[in-house]
């Protein structure tokens, strides 16, 4: 209806000749409240739906964060342990086999017993069902890192294991009936001896950030995942960028303008879109099928995903490249610079802003994919962190996928947890692709 | 310039590492379901400061029997994990690489089918919990008489009372998992088609009227909304549960055993999913679970004897896979398996018969 009115505005339909500034002004004015309600509505509209997308991210962010900060800390029980050496260490020579040979759990037992007072077989067993099976390798490390404990009484803190945290948490309720729980009645009786003696404590859970995968949930941490992850982007990284900095540069400022190259951009457009599990099928094929290297390693990680952000970089990196005045060339071409000084030396300073944004934002779409790594093995349950490349790794999507699927409560926890770690990176990196733009971004 | 150098340099890297491939640690992929427990017994083997830890991957069983029958290298795993047997025609394809193994059981895994405790227990027999969930039913499996018997009609039950008056008046609303999965495809053929189409009288004639004598067809999961694929994540569908008091869902014993405080599982054929009827072999809707051991690699890759011997370890009735929520052998069967582990033999396809 707005429209009809529009036209017909200074021509008089009927007569075809002109009318009246009057009756024009009048028209206008009549089909004006139509005009205004209807920008109202296109306004509101527009708001409903900035409202629904920010319904989504508030229902995410509460769900996650409600889960998450919890998941953050978890409880400890501090005990007096004797650390007798004949009964750690064996063989005498401290050497890491020796200490694990030798009696670990059952030193850290004798502690919990005195402090619950447990005894008999089964009062003992469940006693011994409190601690985390951490504790052992945590007592290993401590003696490791100083000898000198060794034959003394140390205070020393300990994880409890993920079903005595639930139920410290109050997931797992005393009111249940005993069969039904995790947690036996005697269990409790020992759990409450610890807290009235205030041995149990609330803490930040160290074994989250230093801790490697684990299937004891009180122990799982990421980062042996966030190692991989560092790992597989720097691979990533080293191979896309200089690759897809030299293929844009080439392609915008040296390559003839002819068929073969139309079909090469026409590609690199395409390559942008195809779905990621794609690049790990080549990835499987090639590098684990046809080279024979092992799998689960972030090379192979990182050269598969090297494949999938090289489009968002060339794409990037060509689109700064034109956004470079040609002034700038002409400048450098006629005080008598080549061409390639003048790339060198001229444009792609100017042009490495753009690039570097377009190189962080791709990286960042590859620090949370999975997809591409599922082929290559290293969606996998990995314990070891890796010290080098072509050690087995995973990465912190995989992480979170794989704690999902666990069935022990606490892994939920840990799971929001962990994601928020990757979101707090994932942030990291995009404020660092607007802080470059911003500081190094020249105007013209 | 620079450019170039850095493509140079990790060219060269890739071409170094290539050289370098021997593996010093186990490799491990296969069922979801297996998952759990050998990431259990894993990470116990890697406490051992004298081995690396393996590396577990997931993928479903089917990944893990091909997966080890690929072919000898260390760019092949070393061990397959299946929560289903190896089938001959996949034991052909071993054959077809000359890949050996030997098959080792490990333990049971119940399916259940559970839901809230704030809701209606569910006592149900086999072969109607068959009935209630499959696709296609026999024209006069609802009571009607006027209709030819041996034809099939896609499942008319809205409401689990409609089946029999003793079952709750709710609506049928069955969560589980999709058809990628282990646990679908046991549950679908030790429900639907060995406790309905292979018991019930009626389906057992309308399935040889239509030529299909072993049920197969029987499988098929509803797609009318009763059953609700609820995604891989057992997690997922506790969750579900645990919202929605009227709902049942379909997932492994562990899931059950670890929410035992907010779930309750429906008696099936009169036995409870409990533990011991598990481990008994009374509650019938369970599997085995297996790994498959590949010999050319045993001595190549250090650790294949002590993984074995890890399993050993852990795999009784006290053990930690226990606690996990995986279900025992008995004792004589652990003895067999045991002797598997020493003697290595050969599996054949008259083993899988």
């Known amino acids: 209806m707005t429209e009809t009115g529009m036209n017909n505005i200074g021509v008089d339909k009927a007569g075809g000749g002109m009318i009246s500034p009057q009756e024009a002004a009048a028209r206008v004015g009549a089909g004006l409240a139509a005009r205004r309600a209807c920008e109202k509505r296109f306004r509101a509209y527009g ?15 509460v769900s996650i964060f409600s889960k998450g900060i919890p998941g953050f800390f978890q409880h400890y029980v501090t005990l007096d342990v004797t650390l007798d050496s004949a009964r750690l260490d064996p063989t005498g020579d401290l050497s890491v086999q020796s200490l694990y040979d030798g009696d670990a759990r059952g030193v850290i037992r004798a502690a919990l017993y005195d402090a619950t007072g447990a005894s008999g077989r089964s009062g003992r067993k469940a ?5 985390s099976a951490g504790a052992e390798q945590r007592l290993r490390n401590a003696v490791l890192d100083n000898p000198a404990i060794l034959d003394t009484t140390q205070r020393m803190t300990f994880a409890v294991d993920d079903d005595v945290d639930s139920f410290l948490r109050g997931f797992i309720k005393r009111e249940t009936p005993e069969k039904d729980r995790r947690i036996n009645d005697r269990m409790i009786g020992y759990i409450d001896a610890l807290q009235e003696q205030g041995l149990i404590s609330f803490e930040f859970s160290d074994y989250l950030i230093f801790g490697s995968a684990s299937r004891n949930a009180e122990m799982a941490g990421i980062y042996g995942a966030l190692i991989g992850s560092l790992l597989t982007l720097a691979v990533c990284l080293v191979l896309s960028f200089p690759i897809g900095v030299a293929t844009a540069i080439y392609l915008e400022e040296f390559a003839p303008k002819n068929r073969i190259t139309e079909i090469i951009e026409i590609n ?4 942008a879109a195809v779905p990621s599990v794609v690049f790990g099928i080549l990835g499987l094929a090639i590098f684990i099928g046809i080279f024979g290297m092992p799998r689960s390693i972030p090379l192979i990680g ?7 952000t090289l489009p968002t970089i060339i794409i990037s990196s060509r689109a700064a490249i034109r956004a470079v005045p040609p002034s700038i060339r002409d400048a450098a071409l006629g005080v008598g610079a080549s061409r390639v000084q003048t790339m060198l030396h ?3 300073p100017l042009a490495m802003p753009g690039m570097l944004t377009g190189t962080i934002i791709g990286m960042a779409q590859a620090l949370g994919e999975t997809a591409p790594l599922l082929m290559i093995g290293m969606v996998a349950f990995i314990v070891d962190v890796p010290g080098s490349v072509t050690d087995p790794g995973t990465v912190l999507p995989v992480q979170i996928f794989m704690w999902a699927d666990f069935a022990e409560r606490m892994f939920v926890l840990k799971t929001s947890a962990a994601i928020m770690v990757l979101l707090a990176f994932l942030i990291l990196m995009n404020a660092a692709a607007i802080f470059v733009r911003k500081k190094l971004e020249r105007r013209w | 310039m620079r450019f170039t150098f850095a493509i140079i340099g990790t060219v060269a890297l890739a071409g170094v590492t290539t050289a370098a491939s021997a593996r010093d640690y186990l490799s491990i992929a296969g069922s979801s379901t297996v998952l759990p427990f050998a990431t259990i017994v894993a990470e116990q083997l890697g406490n051992n400061p004298s081995f690396k830890t393996p590396v577990v991957e997931s993928g ?5 029997k091909k997966g080890v029958c690929e072919g000898i290298g260390t760019e092949f795993i070393d061990i397959g994990n299946a929560s289903s047997r190896m ?6 394809y071993c054959n077809g690489n000359g890949v050996d193994l030997t098959e080792i059981k490990v333990g049971y895994d119940g399916i259940v089918v559970a839901n809230s405790k704030e809701g209606v227990p569910l006592v149900i027999s086999k072969a109607d919990l068959g009935m209630a969930l499959t696709a296609e039913v026999p024209a006069c499996a609802d009571g009607s008489t006027n209709a030819d018997c041996d034809s099939w009609i896609p499942n008319p039950f809205t409401k689990w009372s409609e089946i029999n008056a003793a079952y709750p008046d709710i609506e049928i609303r069955v969560y589980g998992p999709p058809t990628t999965s282990g646990t679908r495809a046991s549950y679908a053929e030790m429900v ?17 009227a239509r030529g299909d004598k072993k049920g197969k067809k029987c499988r098929a999961m509803r797609t009318d909304g009763a059953y609700v694929e609820a995604g891989e994540q057992d997690n997922l569908i506790v969750q579900k549960l645990q919202q929605d008091p009227s709902a049942y869902g379909i997932f492994g014993f562990s899931y059950l055993d670890q929410n035992s405080d907010t779930l309750q599982g429906a008696v099936i054929d009169g036995t409870n999913p409990t533990f011991d009827e598990i481990a008994e072999g009374s509650y019938s809707v369970s599997r085995a679970l297996y790994f498959y051991v590949k010999h050319a690699h045993i001595g190549v890759v250090p650790g294949m004897d002590e993984y074995m011997a890890e399993w050993v370890k852990h795999w009784g009735e006290d053990g930690v896979l226990s606690d996990a929520g995986m279900i025992p052998m008995p004792t004589e069967e652990r003895a067999k398996y045991l002797a598997a582990m020493k003697d290595l033999p050969k599996l054949t396809a008259d083993m899988l018969k």
């Open chain 2, 87 to 92: 089938k001959t025609g996949e034991l052909e």
């Open chain 1, 127 to 131: 006693a011994g069902k409190i601690i």
């Open chain 1, 268 to 271: 690199i457009n395409n390559l």
């Open chain 1, 302 to 308: 990182g050269v598969v995903l090297a494949l999938m």
């Open chain 1, 346 to 348: 001229h444009v792609v």
């Open chain 1, 47 to 61: 708001r409903i739906a900035i409202g629904i997308a920010l319904a989504f991210l508030v229902t995410l962010f």
């Open chain 2, 192 to 208: 639907n088609q060995k406790g309905y189409c292979g018991k019930e009288a009626m389906a057992k004639k309308a399935s040889a």
């Open chain 2, 60 to 64: 479903g069983s089917s990944v893990g």
